[in-house]
């Protein structure tokens, strides 16, 4: 991949966090460790080589777009597509984006700090054609409840709200996946997890595993857990 290119899913209504932004401030502007979240996730993808951002928004567009611009502040391109009147999913977001989208893309999301080899999971789709890469924490319900198994570098199973104990790897917000599986999807309203089941049941969904955990601003627990780390560490935009 020549042109590294992200779809950051940002159009969440937040409203675990409500009590934080007052319903007025999207979650992508919450004040962490003294900036925007924002800014740490445009620091996150310079750091992992990322070329192109088009952010995937839906209320409170407008602020985000004022507070980000065309990405220049971080050495990145950025643009934009909106879910319009309606809420259309994690899947179904991105499906609306593919015209500005290349032919294979990263699909992230807009409220969690991550770390990947990038490279590593390109590396690996260049190898099988038509195939997706899923990145996975070896978790066993550590931070959260598991929810992927995986045999050797397959995703052999994804299914959120099984019973602790029943996986041993959590998805960790990085997919890269091709254009195909969204324009194939037969809704334009849908969930992300809908285009996995079949790569997954035709043993083209690979697993990057990762080492570092997620840090995510979900919830005012976590958020304030996510600002103690980037204080600690000094990680900073």
Not at 37 to 57: P, Q, S, T, W, Y
Request: net charge negative; aromatic share 6%; glycine share 10%.
């Amino acid at each position: 991949m020549t042109d590294r290119t992200v779809a950051l899913l940002a159009g969440g209504l937040g409203t675990r966090v409500a009590s934080l932004s007052g319903g007025a401030v999207p979650k992508a502007l919450l004040p962490v460790a003294g900036r925007p979240f924002i800014d740490h996730k445009l620091a996150e993808f310079r750091r992992l080589g990322v070329d192109r951002v088009v952010m995937l928004l839906a209320v409170h567009s407008d602020q985000i777009i004022d507070h980000v611009g065309d990405g220049s502040d971080w050495d990145l391109h950025v643009d934009f597509a909106l879910d319009g009147d309606r809420l259309l999913g994690t899947g179904g977001s991105v499906k609306r984006a593919l015209s500005g989208l290349p032919d294979r893309f990263w699909v992230t999301y807009g409220d969690s700090l991550l770390d990947a080899d990038l490279g590593a999971g390109e590396a690996m789709v260049e190898r099988r054609s038509g195939a997706g890469v899923m990145t996975v924490l070896h978790n066993r319900d550590r931070w959260e409840t598991s929810n992927v198994s995986i045999v050797g570098d397959l995703v052999t199973e994804y299914a959120k709200g099984r019973p602790a104990g029943s996986h041993r790897y959590i998805d960790y917000g990085y997919l890269l996946l091709p254009s195909s599986v969204f324009a194939a999807a037969p809704a334009d309203e849908f969930d992300l997890s809908d285009v996995l089941q079949p790569l997954i049941a035709t043993r083209r969904l690979h697993a990057l595993e990762v080492a570092e955990p997620f840090h995510e601003i979900g919830t005012p627990e976590s958020l304030a857990a996510t600002e103690q780390w980037l204080r600690r560490t000094g990680a900073t935009p």
